[in-house]
């Protein structure tokens, strides 16, 4: 049975404003639509994930002749959902005479404003992890360091102009975001009703103001190694852009017969790719006059989806 996506599972289990809201904003944070997504239940807060890190010993034997005893090696990590979210707070007298639509259109606009900031947090939290929020759960980014077993280097140069494209294998056994919940919480993501109570301005002075707050437990599984490929340090330099040699060989990354189920990067890391592809599959010739001069905009690779995204940045710095 398929598992449910992040956003399809907050809708389902939160409240009203929160799922009708979503549905207004699935397009923003592409990965919260991909993404699947475990709810841990009520008062729990942390997860575990096991690890193999070696196999047991196999071998053939004579006739008469026994096997050596042995086990996997196990590793078992604890990780702790983190508590995410935002305030909203408005002047009473402000929102009141809001021309559109009074309190109630101001809360509803801040309310959509605050979850279009949280979906765009989280997706970047995904990718980059701690250099986003410091307070936040580990990242991919991280998780894929220059250097390691499935991380492809375009070799890239020109500072601070980089970026990544990610292979992601979803699935229990390997990538998904964790859902924690408060005791008390009705849903994963929370945004009560406004309530009318004293608020400061910035000199520190009394006024009513409508509030709310938007409150959820995060976290990112990531539970084994071979679940995510890197290709890092792509950059507008020539050929250091990506191409499908450069996504051919990070899929070469992967064990034999594995295969990612999405391929998620920017989309200065797409056209480059359509680019690639314009000028060695498609270019015009004297035998082929009526061939199209721009490759069509690519939506896989080797079969796998490709899906870009605002959250991965081209301004990241040179490993």
């Known amino acids: 049975m398929a598992s449910l996506n992040f956003l399809d599972l907050t809708k389902a289990n939160s409240n009203e404003a929160v799922g009708g809201i979503i549905d207004e904003l699935t397009n923003i944070a592409p990965e919260l639509g991909l993404f699947p997504a475990e709810d841990l239940g009520l008062g729990v807060l942390n997860y575990e994930t096991l690890h193999r890190t070696a196999r047991p010993t196999v071998a053939f034997a004579s006739a008469g ?33 809001w021309r559109r639509g009074g309190a109630a259109g101001y809360q509803a606009f801040e309310a959509k404003g605050v979850m ?25 980014k991280a998780f894929t360091p220059k250097g390691g077993t499935y991380t492809y280097d ?8 980089a970026s990544s494209v990610y292979m992601v294998k979803f699935g229990d056994e390997y990538v998904k975001l964790m859902a924690g919940r408060a005791r008390n919480a009705a849903g994963i993501m929370e945004l009560p009703d406004f309530i009318i109570e004293s608020i400061t301005d910035s000199n520190s002075k009394k006024m009513w103001g409508y509030t709310s707050e938007l409150s959820s437990y995060l976290g990112l599984q990531i539970a084994a190694p071979h679940c995510v490929v890197r290709i890092c340090n792509l950059t507008a330099d020539s050929g250091k852009t990506c191409t499908d040699a450069k996504l051919n060989a990070a899929l070469r990354l992967f064990p034999a017969n594995f295969s990612p189920d999405y391929i998620f990067m920017s989309r200065r890391s797409h056209q480059q790719l359509q680019d690639s592809r314009t000028v060695t599959l498609y270019g015009q010739g004297k035998t082929r006059p009526d061939q199209e001069l721009q490759a069509p905009y690519p939506t896989s690779f080797e079969g796998i989806p490709i899906v870009d995204t605002d959250n991965i940045l081209n301004t990241d710095a040179i490993e």
Do not use: M
């Not at 996997?72 to 402000?94: A, T, Y």
């Not at 250099?131 to 991919?140: E, L, N, R, V, Y």
């Not at 375009?154 to 102009?161: D, F, K, L």
């Open 116 to 140: 279009e900031a949280s979906l765009i947090t989280i997706g970047k939290q995904i990718w980059y992890g701690v250099s986003t929020d410091a307070k936040g759960f580990p990242g991919i």
């Open 154 to 161: 375009a070799a890239g140069t020109t500072a601070t102009t």
């Open 65 to 97: 002749e026994g096997f050596d005893a042995s086990k996997s090696s196990l590793r078992l990590l604890f990780h702790e959902c983190f508590r995410f979210g935002g305030r909203v707070e408005c002047p009473k007298h402000i929102a009141d005479n």
